[in-house]
Each structure stands twice: as C-alpha cells, then as structure tokens.
C-alpha cells in the first residue's frame, strides 16, 4: 500500500495521539504523524510548513480548550491544491456537533476510538487504498 505523505493528529489527550500514532505507523498508513493538542497549535503547525504540501489527513478532535475542532475549521484556509482530507474523530456524537461539522470542510465523522478497522474504511473510501488483509486480523500469530 502506498502510504499516505504525512497525517495531523489534534487532539488534546496526549494518549490518544500517541495511541493513534503508534497504530497509523505500525499499520504503515505514514510515516510521519504530525501531533497539535488544540486547534491554535494545529493552525500554526501547518503555517511552519509554508509552501510544502499539507498533510494528506487530518484527524481533528471536535471538543478541545484554547481553540476547539469547529473553531479550528473555521479559520483554517487549506490551500487551493491538494486539501487535505479532513475527518472528525470524536466522542460527540450529538446532532447539534454533527450539524455543525456537516457545514464545514469536515468529510466525515468517525467516533472514537480509532482502530484497524475503522482506518481501513477510511483509507478505502477516501483514498482508494487499502489496508493489506495481514493488518486487519487480530491473531498475533498471523
């Protein structure tokens, strides 16, 4: 499988992004994750990168202090070329959270916790590939 440039994890639980970087390397989904714990910190991670392309995904947690997923949404100017793929992996999953991500850059929803499976969707739906059927067994022994 073709791995993906690089992904932004912002989340503000540092377990939850280390755990999320730990399974998108280990599945060989990327090889570098890039980690904001608030949208603020996400807007001037991806500013440093300047004229570079974007990450190809961005796993935006919705709920988060300083300046929140929505919030994050709404000021962020993703360039005309190459727009990353933006997916709201969150806990919430009240009608008034999802309305309002529906009106933004947000392509999908996906509600915690990630896993193989639910990458492997992901990846299929949103870039045409796929994880390898290895990756997808939960048997140490395979």
Known sequence: MQKLSSILLVDDDQI???LN???????????QCLIAENGAEALALLAEQGEGPPPALVLLDVHMPVMDGIEFLEAYHHPPTQPPIVIALT???HARDRARLASLAVVDCIVKPLTREKINALLQQHF?????AEMLTDDPTD
């Open 16 to 18: 939850t992004n280390f």
């Open 21 to 31: 970087e730990q399974l998108l390397t280990s599945l060989g989904v990327t090889d």
């Open 91 to 93: 806990t919430s999953v």
């Open 128 to 132: 045409s590939r796929q994880l390898p």
